[in-house]
């Protein structure tokens, strides 16, 4: 089974969705970026007791989040608690038309067949804060343009990898 968590700005969703797509149980939790892995943990299983789920249930995890200061703490609640470690990428919503490509890509990488690297992305207003959010451990890979890669070789001295170069 599936744990998506999404987390918002106002509210966290979990939700469990069995190898049919059936949701079989939904939760929120207010956003509070102070709260850690084993507090959600604990709370996410009490709730998910009560749906007859247990963390042997899940096989796989997908974040997604506009708050990056939570994505830590639900990344090691998924580690921890559920044995799972999604894939997160970082880009720039520099406008509303970007959210609807992370969305396809997501469902590709997702799609029909099972994913051995279960992908999520996390958008960011800004380069600087993804690379920032990179180099931090926040995300597992950025969607640079070439002076925020610049950015990053320079931060890290030359310790980054670029996998692919983007044609815009």
């Not at 969305?103 to 920032?132: C, H, K, Q």
């Amino acid at each position: 089974m599936l744990l998506a968590i999404d987390s918002g700005n106002t509210n966290i969703v979990f939700a469990v969705f069995d190898d049919e797509g059936a949701v079989r149980g939904e939760w929120r939790s207010s956003s509070h970026t102070d709260r850690t892995a084993d507090e959600f943990g604990v709370w996410l299983e009490q709730l998910m007791k009560s749906a007859n789920l247990t963390p042997a249930d899940i096989t796989a995890s997908i974040i997604a989040t506009v708050v990056p200061a939570t994505l830590f703490n639900l990344k090691t609640l998924c580690r921890e608690y559920f044995g799972c470690d999604p894939l997160i990428v970082g880009a720039v919503a520099y406008t509303p038309n970007v959210v609807p490509i992370w969305e396809g890509i997501r469902e590709y990488f997702n799609g029909p067949s099972e994913s051995d690297a279960p992908m999520d992305f996390v958008l960011y207003s800004n380069y600087g804060r993804l690379v920032t959010s990179l180099i931090a451990g926040h995300i597992d890979i950025a969607w640079n343009t070439n002076l925020a890669y610049v950015r990053t070789v320079m931060q890290t001295d030359g310790h980054c990898i670029a996998l692919a170069q983007r044609d815009t």
